[in-house]
Structure formats: C-alpha cells, structure tokens
C-alpha cells in the first residue's frame, strides 16, 4: 500500500469535511466529534474495501484501472456537498451521520479504486493508518479552530485544491492497476 497516495486520498476526500469539522468542534467535545468520525470513516473504508474485493474477485486488476474514471468525475462534476450541519440526538451519532452524509459518495468513489487490490492485511493496516491520520488532524483542527486566516484559506482555494488533488488519484488508480501499461500494449 502506498502511505503517499493514503494520505493525498484521506486529505483530497475529506477536505470539504474538515470545514465542517470546524463547526462540529465548536459545538461539540473533541472526543465526541473523534469518535463519530472515527465510525463514519471506518464504514466507508470497510464499505469500499469489500465492494473492490468483491470486484476484483470477478475482474482482471487493469480493468479494475478503470475505476480510476470516479475521482476524476468527481474532480470535474460541478455540485456541490451539503454543508449544513445535521443533528441527530448524541453528538457521536451527529458527527457520524453528517459525516456519512457530506462525505459517502466521495468517499466510496474514491476509495473504491484504492483498496480494490488490497488483501485483508493491507485492509487492516489502512484502517490503522487512516484512524492515526484522523486522530492527528481532529487535534491539529482543534488548535486553528480560531484562526481566520483557515477559514479564508479554505473558501478561496479548497475546492481547486480537493479537485486536483482527485484528478492525481485517478490518474495513479490507472498506473498503478496496470491500465495504463495493458492499453499501450493493445496499442503497439
């Protein structure tokens, strides 16, 4: 597994949830907003692991390349997330279902191609990484809370940012599923 392309994917998908993190942050405790993302993460993961075994299962690795087409549309697609912030009873359950609302399609979509190859092995130490990833930047967001300039940041140039940065998964889905080097060998 490829921790760089781990953490462009956790950072590209869940940039438009971190603003949001800001608002659960204020509202809630840290811990609780922790642990409902830690869920709502990890049944996208475990979601868009079993769908990409069970797709690889049934097809050739470089035709799995072509699910690198998902991160690109989505790069290029032009609707928006709802950012409302929902509420549903505990702060846990309210963190887990906004997150599952804002970020499943794109999350799904681009993880799906990522972990499709993947062993359980690889699956499990995904997992432990992305949940390190999260707890890191929970903490790192608890601490710019307060600064404006985040904010700013965010609003002026996140959404360039989120897209290319899914442009760049899509493109490494069809190197590195073999897509790429199967097509150039149908072409010569």
């Known amino acids: 597994m490829n921790?760089?392309?781990?953490?462009?994917?956790?950072?590209?998908v869940n940039l438009d949830f971190f603003v949001m993190l800001l608002f659960l942050l204020k509202k809630y405790r840290t811990r609780q907003v922790l642990i409902g993302y830690l869920i709502g993460l990890v049944i996208l993961l475990t979601a868009s692991f079993l769908i990409g075994r069970t797709?690889?299962?049934?097809?050739?690795?470089?035709?799995?390349?072509?699910l690198g087409l998902l991160p690109i549309w989505?790069?290029?697609?032009?609707d928006t997330d709802d950012d409302a912030v929902k509420t549903h009873g505990s702060p846990?359950?309210?963190?887990?279902?906004?997150y599952l609302s804002v970020c499943a399609g794109c999350n799904l979509a681009i993880?799906?191609?990522?972990?499709?190859?993947?062993?359980?092995?690889?699956?499990?130490?995904t997992l432990i990484f992305l949940s390190v990833l999260t707890i890191i930047m929970v903490a790192l967001l608890r601490l710019i809370v307060t600064l404006p300039v985040v904010e700013w940041v965010l609003n002026?140039?996140?959404?360039?940012?989120?897209?290319?940065c899914y442009v760049l998964i899509g493109l490494y889905v069809f190197w590195d599923s073999g897509l790429v080097s199967h097509?150039?060998?149908?072409?010569h």
């Open 183 to 187: 097509l150039l060998t149908l072409i």
């Open 74 to 78: 989505l790069a290029v697609r032009r």
């Open 156 to 164: 002026r140039f996140g959404e360039p940012l989120m897209r290319g």
């Open 92 to 98: 846990v359950v309210s963190v887990c279902v906004t």
């Open 111 to 125: 993880f799906l191609p990522v972990l499709a190859g993947e062993n359980w092995a690889h699956f499990g130490l």
């Open 3 to 12: 921790y760089g392309i781990l953490t462009l994917t956790f950072l590209s």
């Open 55 to 66: 797709l690889a299962h049934w097809l050739p690795e470089w035709v799995l390349g072509g």
